[in-house]
């Protein structure tokens, strides 16, 4: 239960908290020792069940420890399957190393979602020089102050480009990074590009995907039995003893497992559950509570991702939303209001326009129905008698009037 909460039920109930407040307040937290563990951005000291990938990607970027480059790699796989936190012990125990052996090679980790090809270039000169302050110089500026640094301490850096497809103006700066190599004379960059979408590498042009894709790594989705063994090792970290029923465990790895074996899903499951148990005093977490976080869960992750979409297929989705919610221009078939893929075209391209956006082609649109259904948050099929030829009916998988609100503020 958060503190404010209760404190606040203290002064309501009329109870005296004499001495320190939070001496009462702390007794409230008898499930949790460690929060933090189940959260998506603590990385253990141990990811079981990729020992080979860890293996593999270490193999990859090796070079750079003796003063060569590596070649570029993709990694690519669901999400929930370890990428990033495979990636970021990689470059951590690289940092390491490098460190201790007194060896010029850094490896950086940049997370793409909401960057562009000049953000991007400022992390990385700010992570090589603190001191450095590049707001407001060009995009070429900076470019050349990055080629500056890596030259001036013959700087072999590897860049993990997270969320790689979230970025703007990426064949740019994929562009960028490796002409690098052609211009400078100390050092290299190489890059690890990450991304959750198996059609992302499909969208790009020859040039960059032949660039980008030097060696590709594939990341699968866990089983059941691997999600229960990583979170009865998270529960021992984030719970006091005895505070998580074994079946509670079960049930969030079942779920998962189901969940295009997403840890992260499990994880939050456990984490919510947890909450839920919390905030009514029950003495353990129990499968009751798995159940009731399920739904929690499902919208968080959700929500979070559509924040994160680009913002053409936020439009998309905001089109969509809004014919759900209103009566103009949605067909009625058996009582049911549905929308067409023509009519959601046609509404969205209005929706860009008044958030200022170019219009796609109507064969793009469709690519953005394949990859949103691919989210599960649309669902896409054909519509079959009483409508004409192949018109396909596209529904929402999640609450219209949430996701609207959502995508009005993140537009």
Do not use: W
């Amino acid at each position: 239960m958060h503190l404010y909460k209760l404190l606040s039920r203290r002064i309501l109930i009329g109870v005296g908290i004499m001495g320190n407040v939070f001496e009462e307040v702390v007794k409230e937290y008898r499930l949790f020792k460690n929060r933090d563990v189940l959260s998506p951005h603590y990385l253990p000291s141990e990811l079981p069940f990729r020992e080979e990938e860890i293996r593999e990607l270490s193999q990859k970027i090796a070079p750079v420890l003796s003063g060569r480059k590596p070649e570029n790699v993709f990694i690519y796989g669901k999400t929930g399957t370890g990428k990033t936190a495979v990636t970021k012990k990689v470059l951590s125990d690289l940092n390491d190393y490098a460190r201790s052996h007194n060896i010029p090679a850094m490896g950086i980790y940049v997370n793409g979602m909401r960057e562009s090809e000049h953000s991007v270039l400022l992390k990385l000169v700010r992570h090589l020089d603190p001191s450095r302050d590049l707001i407001g110089y060009s995009t070429s500026a900076v470019y050349d102050k990055l080629l500056e640094l890596i030259d001036g301490r013959g700087l072999r850096l590897v860049v993990a480009l997270d969320e790689i497809d979230m970025i703007k103006r990426l064949r740019d700066l994929i562009y960028r990074l490796n002409r690098a190599n052609d211009e400078l004379e100390r050092g290299s960059i190489s890059i690890i590009g990450i991304s959750n979408n198996p059609t992302f590498k499909e969208q790009l042009d020859a040039r960059t995907r032949s660039t980008l894709c030097e060696v590709e790594l594939v990341f699968p989705p866990y089983n059941a039995e691997q999600l229960r063994i990583i979170l009865e090792q998270r529960a021992q970290e984030a719970f006091k003893e005895g505070a998580v029923a074994p079946e509670a465990i079960s049930l969030a790895a079942a779920l998962a497992a189901k969940h295009s074996g997403d840890a992260r899903y499990a994880l939050q499951l456990l984490l919510r559950a947890g909450d839920i148990a919390e905030e009514e005093g029950a003495p353990r977490v129990e499968r009751e509570h798995v159940e009731r976080a399920r739904q929690l869960v499902e919208e968080e992750i959700v929500y979070e991702m559509v924040a994160s979409l680009p913002e053409q297929h936020r439009a998309v989705l905001m089109a969509l939303a809004s014919l759900k919610l209103g009566k103009k221009g949605v067909s009625s078939f058996g009582g049911e209001k549905v929308v067409t893929s023509g009519l959601l075209y046609s509404y969205y391209r209005k929706v860009a326009e008044d958030h200022v956006l170019t219009p796609v082609s109507d064969r793009q649109f469709r690519e953005y129905l394949n990859e949103l259904e691919t989210y599960g948050i649309i669902s896409v099929k054909t519509a079959g008698k009483g409508f004409r030829g192949n018109t396909r009916i596209v529904d929402l998988n999640v609450d219209p009037a949430k996701l609207l609100a959502v995508v009005r503020r993140s537009l």
